[in-house]
């Protein structure tokens, strides 16, 4: 039967919105909080049913301390507090403990921007999805992503097959209803959303949001009340483990999945005792983990036996398959297929944690002072010439061009970084630029394959090939890579041929093991003193021509020469 009753509406958008000119493919962020219930006794509608209106005469304090902990969450994953649009009850913070009150200096006005009424929240989806020069919103684009996070009470529901909930806010006549919030959403344009809902019922709004580039975690099921954190384990169903913690002789009360879903992300509790959720051990938690996590710790879903009082199932929806490769992190966290032309701008770091695979006929442009990391011995993809570690492989095309003061990284995410934490840059049947780059730590720095290259001003070291040129034919093979005003160093060998053309500009090859190494076809390089007008040993058959100053091992100096592969 319908329910009458307000509730707790917690909706975060997650999404950094920069205000300017924005690049046609670049991903921002903004977040939204909405709590439409104050924590506070003597301001809670009569109507309030949480926790079954029991401890309604202290008022629940977990309405507002799952609220400063989502904001926490968000801050503390690089998102600034502009870009956190945060609102709650009646526009004022509710502070009854420094751990929930934020730092008066850095944030003197608090966290809330404005009050929790319906019209508020229309508001803002409006301005999300239409864009508010007067508050600096703007418009939210495909390439964006889109985080909703609801919390509290919610009612009521229908039969099965069309359930139909809402979500209560602070207005005593209003709500929203699933399939009204659902076209609110989706006047909003975005890559990937993410939807954590803790409200009772809240299970009804999975039908209406669910697609191929949603996830979707509820608290329970559209028939189902949803509850506070019990401080009761789920592993036996009646050990006391402390979920709602003290401090300063006050309990702080949080909801039984906002604890969960929240811990997850952060890695520790509220008190930060440090937990562990990462599945993968890749250093990030994901959708995918988050939902695990969740299903192995919410008590109400695990416990359904007295002493426990209920019982509910949280709902997860994943229709695309990609909840393992989806995070809450402002960081770019990236693997997989680029299928469409992408940037990856010098605001944030780029974190890589599996191969990325740029198709043909695709544009990766990375901006000058982007820094990308790769994950040390690790490939989400397991796939690529190496199986475990990370490659940047391009088939289309790679347009890295840093300049001189804000050149780009390649580098390893390693605190004590080594020689091949991560596999290299891969160039296969591509047309790619490079300028002002550093690649650092990988197995193979820059590995051209079936390609013509031509690079300048890179600084490669302590990998364990600095350059690897590889084709499968000698003489006319189309494996060119030209090195100008490039410095190798440190590395265990700074270039391998394999078959190709390789010509060297102004280059210098410092304090590698070797410092060029040839396989399987005669070479010809241009190379004074006489001391070094003789044949290496890893080289075979090879002639020489001192027209030029040029030292390929070890060399301190610059140098200008060609390598070029000739039948055998």
Known sequence: MFRNNIVVIAVVIIMVTLIGIRSATSKDYVALLICGVPADSLDLPYQILWNNGEGKEKGYDEFWNDTFLMWELLYDHGYT???????YADGKDFSTIPRYTANPITFPDGIVDTSAYYADVVDIFTDLAQGDSAQGIEAMTDDDFFFCWTFGDGGPFSLPEEPIVNLCLMDSDAVIWDTTFADYVDSIHCEHRVFWMQQCRSGGFKDDLEDEKTIFLSACNYNQLAWPADDISSFDCETYVEENETWYLTTCHHGEFNLHVMNAVRGATPKDSL????????????????????????????????????????????????????????????????????????????????????????????EAGTEVIFLTDFDAEKSGKDTTRCELIIYGDLVADGTSSDDIVFTSSASSPAKGDWYGIVLRDSSSTLDHCTIEYAERGLHCYKCSLEVNHLDISECNYGAYVEDTTGVGSRTKLYLDSTSISDCSKGIHVNKGALRLTECQLNNNSTGLECHDFHVFYKVVPPAYSRPYPDFKDCVTSATTSCSLINATTSCSCEVIGVDI
């Not at 890749?282 to 995918?288: L, N, T």
């Not at 809450?328 to 990856?344: C, E, Y």
């Open 81 to 87: 507090d502009e870009n956190i649009h945060v609102l």
């Open 275 to 366: 937990i562990d959720a990462d599945i993968d051990g890749d250093g990030f938690i994901s959708m995918e983990e988050v939902m695990e996590w969740e299903f192995e710790h919410d008590s109400g879903y695990l416990c359904d036996t007295p002493p426990y009082p209920y019982h509910v199932t949280p709902q997860y929806s994943d229709l695309g398959d990609i909840g393992s490769q989806t995070f809450l992190d402002a960081t770019p966290i990236v693997s997989g297929h680029i299928n469409k032309n992408t940037t990856w701008e010098n605001d944030n770091a780029v974190i890589v944690r599996g191969d990325v695979v740029v198709d043909s006929g695709v544009t990766l442009t990375i």
